[in-house]
């Protein structure tokens, strides 16, 4: 199949240069293909980048944008088509490769090791580490950057894990600040930082433009991009759809761009309250309590309630889900659902009535390996067999059903769950959980990290129709768009506690923001 | 819904996404098991070709014979492997001490022996899963405690000696048996083997071994029964290694704690060879019976050529190496 790939880098002429800039470029790319299987993830993909430049990368998920970045690090390889980096053609072998060519990247999964000293963290895999020797040096310059970083209160000596993930997430991007990079790309960096700590990460990336050098910024966060880019290429279909200068953008614009031909959305603005029925199902918590994270939470909602708990990192947000999921062994308090508690264990939230998806969909959701089949199905071994045997038919049954339902195409079915995109990944780890008719409650950690706008409007409207069906959605956000159009119960929370709860109708944006933040700056006092 | 769900069109049509796979697809799926057959095959031919004595009808029976009590450990070692529990150190003790018990209870007749043998290995094996499965305890020093607590019960009990099958008792040599000229202990590996599989293949709880040795945060999350999974898991391995040591003692007549100490390895190496991954969630029964063909195959060609026991060992242990260093790296590019 790939010889068939593999001349469509050369017949894609270097004039198809859809994403081009005046200056002289510091990487420019001719023609990059890549196909993984049956899927043509880039097809012949030409851009220069220049040096001192701000460069967005948007895209849905599986239009190829992750691809091309592991071509650009060197963690993969080009099946055709020319990398060059200062007017010479590099081929890199591995991610060192890249690294010596000034090429640098923070991932959105995080890679430090909880274990090991900020300091040693910043300097992991570093390359100019000696044996011996230069720790002074690495030492001040370890303070320079978390200073930069805003995090110039932490001892370089701190241990990883004692921060949270928000800051992690900035540790991340100190190491690379470390490494003196051209060009660094930063791969959905703010995906789980605070206001304030995405204003830091901002400010350290437009110190690097006016030090010269390139930053790619990709992202989902439309807003974000044109805050702060110069140029914003768009991918589709493992083609560049267009680059332009943001100057000539607006969101909308944008968006249409990343949705192509097919780019209607619908609005979430039809909120259809009226339909939903009112079920019977009722979620009652009282006092639940996490020892040292969480102070004593109370909640009720019935069936058709989406409950949206609106909060930064280290809230309490997510604190709050998982402790109803069964995650948290230590949580405390009085929680039914239909006089069951799910506090305990997962099993235990299950049989109350608990559905549960997690933030860390890789970490904590998925079998990467195993097919979107089993994935689907993982949950309902029960229903898929008879005295434990399990039906090879009932399972094809189940799992075509419930893709169709939540949109993962059929043709994925046997691929492992684990080549699939965030949002597909997502959406098979939301079908999984919507798995009898019965109502539920529903519970997720973050909907839509990691999830394009298609993807997202796609979820957003599953999660409606499981609330118009009966169950009960309870989810963590630290998006203010998503929580307005998802939630019709706002609950904002700083610090381990509870704010404010608001019903959608009845508060406005600002005083969401407003509520997260004012406890928030109180709450930074304790770490 | 699908009319904003933009997918990249593949240049090439993908397979009917609703056909079942065919076999072949399966076979060439599974890379490691090619890999581990073709070693087989290699093996096999060599030795015809630079070996006298190997292609007989004598010697293929010795290779088989030789299987039987490995390829019931290796059984069990690969769902411990499989189900993420790395794997049990304490096989060798659990099969010597419960053929002891087998020797033991022959008194009271055949089957009670090997209902008694089985029930012993299976609960001592149960027991360490559940520690393992409900409190997280690390299984390779789990396993190691419970080695340790076998063997000083057992050498309390017999004063460290060990126990013999009396001569005038013939009940049980029907496992020492030939039929055809195979052992009959090849013949219920075979059947075990196949059960086994199918336990693994076709039940939920095979399914939820696979789910638990991919990733046990996910399965926690999900609120797999682990502990019953993990339980279950040590409870049939238990199985399996008891009948190891049985075997062993209809055909050798007598059973001491330590006399098995080489079959904790020889289980791990089978199952590793075979392909199984250490850490859990990819490898199968059958891919464990061709690594003990493997093993077995090599160690009869080194012994044929008169190499001495030393040697054997130490090619088995390179062969270890070997796999576990081509598949590590096979993993990692995933």
């Known amino acids: 199949m790939s010889t068939d790939q593999a001349l469509q880098g050369p017949f894609r002429p270097a004039s198809a240069d859809q994403g081009g800039s005046d200056r002289a470029p510091l990487v420019r790319a001719t023609g990059l293909t890549r196909t993984y299987g049956a899927v043509q993830a880039l097809r012949g993909v030409s851009v220069s980048i220049a040096p001192g430049e701000i460069v967005g990368i948007c895209g849905q998920n599986g239009a190829g944008k992750s691809t091309f970045v592991k071509l650009l690090t060197g963690l993969e390889r080009p099946d055709a088509g020319e990398l060059e980096v200062h007017g010479e053609t590099v081929q890199f072998a591995s991610t060192l490769d890249g690294q010596r060519a000034g090429i640098a990247i923070v991932d959105q999964e995080l890679a430090l090791v909880p274990q090991l000293s900020l300091e040693e963290n910043i300097y992991l895999g570093h390359r100019d580490v000696p044996l011996i020797g230069g720790a002074k040096a690495r030492r001040a310059r370890c303070n320079e950057i978390l200073e930069q970083l805003g995090l110039g209160h932490l001892d370089a000596s701190t241990p990883l894990r004692n921060l949270r993930i928000g800051e992690r997430q900035l540790v991340e991007i100190g190491r690379v600040l470390a490494r003196d990079a051209q060009l660094l790309i930063l791969d959905e960096p703010t995906a789980t930082l605070s206001n304030a700590e995405i204003a830091r990460v901002f400010a350290a990336v437009r110190q690097m433009r006016a030090q010269g050098r390139t930053v790619l910024y990709v992202s989902h966060r439309l807003g974000e991009v044109l805050d702060l880019c110069d140029r914003v290429v768009v991918f589709g279909d493992g083609l560049i759809r267009g680059a332009h200068d943001v100057t000539q953008l607006d969101r909308e614009r944008l968006v249409q761009l990343i949705l192509g031909e097919a780019g209607v959305v619908e609005s979430s603005a039809t909120r259809s309250n009226s339909q939903r029925d009112q079920g019977t199902l009722e979620l009652d918590v009282r006092g639940l309590e996490i020892p040292g994270r969480l102070r004593p939470f109370d909640l009720s909602a019935t069936s058709g309630q989406i409950i949206g708990l609106a909060g930064q990192v280290g809230s309490g947000a997510d604190d709050v889900v998982r402790a109803l999921g069964g995650l948290v062994p230590e949580a405390r308090g009085t929680v039914g659902i239909a006089g069951r508690s799910p506090l305990g264990s997962p099993a235990r939230a299950r049989n109350a009535g608990i559905r549960f998806v997690p933030g860390d969909r890789r970490g904590e959701g998925l079998f990467l390996a195993d097919s979107v089949r089993r994935n689907i199905t993982a949950t309902s071994l029960k229903v898929l067999s008879r005295f434990g045997v399990l039906s090879g038919r009932r399972q094809r049954q189940l799992s075509d059903e419930r893709a169709a339902l939540v949109g993962v195409p059929r043709t994925k079915m046997n691929a492992a769950v684990g080549d699939l995109s965030g949002g597909n990944q997502q959406k098979v780890l939301i079908g999984r959980s919507l798995d009898e008719s019965t109502p539920r409650v529903l519970l997720l950690d973050e909907p839509t990290r990691g999830v394009d706008v298609a993807g997202r409007a796609d979820i957003h409207r599953l999660l409606k129709d499981a609330a118009a069906r009966g169950c009960i959605v309870v989810f963590a956000s630290t998006e203010i768009d998503e929580l307005f159009d998802l939630a019709d119960t706002i609950v904002t929370m700083a610090a381990g506690g509870k704010v404010g709860a608001h019903a959608h109708s009845e508060v406005t944006a600002d005083e969401v923001l407003h509520e997260m933040a004012n406890a928030g700056a109180r709450g930074a006092s304790h770490v | ?334």
């Open chain 2, 1 to 334: 819904m699908s009319d904003i769900t933009l997918q990249p069109t593949p240049a090439v049509a993908p397979p009917e996404p609703d056909a079942p796979r065919r076999w072949t697809e399966r076979l060439l799926d599974n890379k490691r098991m090619a890999v581990t057959a073709g070693g087989l095959g290699v093996l096999l031919v060599l030795g015809m070709l630079t070996t006298d004595g190997f292609a007989t009808v004598d010697n293929a029976r010795a290779i088989l014979a030789a299987i039987a009590v490995t390829g019931f450990a290796a059984i069990g070692a690969t769902v411990i492997m499989l189900s993420g529990s790395l794997f049990s150190m304490s096989t060798g003790v659990t099969a010597a001490g419960s053929a002891m018990v087998f020797i033991s209870a022959l008194d009271s007749g055949v089957g009670v022996a090997l209902i008694v043998a089985f029930a012993v290995g299976g609960l001592v094996f149960a027991l360490q899963g559940f520690a393992i499965g409900a409190w997280g305890a690390n299984p390779i020093i789990t396993t190691i405690g419970f080695g340790s607590l076998q063997v000083a019960v057992a050498t309390m009990i017999t004063d460290g000696s060990s126990v013999r099958i009396p001569a005038d008792f013939t009940a049980h040599r029907f496992l020492a048996d030939t039929v055809l000229g195979v052992p009959v202990g090849v013949y219920l590996l075979v059947i075990t083997a196949v059960c086994v599989h199918l336990l693994l293949t076709r039940t939920a709880w095979g399914r939820s071994v696979y789910f638990l040795g991919q990733s046990g945060p996910a399965a926690y999350a999900a609120g797999l029964p682990v502990v019953a999974t993990t339980v279950i898991a040590f409870a049939i391995a238990g199985a399996c290694t008891a009948f190891a040591g049985i075997l062993q003692a209809a055909s050798i007549g007598t059973a001491s704690i330590n006399g098995m100490s080489t079959l904790t390895f020889d289980a791990i190496a089978a199952a590793v060879v075979g392909g199984t991954a250490i850490a859990g969630g990819r490898g199968s029964i059958p891919r464990t019976v061709i690594g003990v063909l493997v093993i077995a195959t090599t160690a009869d060609l080194l012994l044929l050529r008169g190499y001495s026991a030393g040697i054997q060992l130490l090619a088995t242990g390179l062969l270890v190496i070997a796999f576990v260093f081509a598949t590590s790296r096979k993993e990692e590019s995933r």
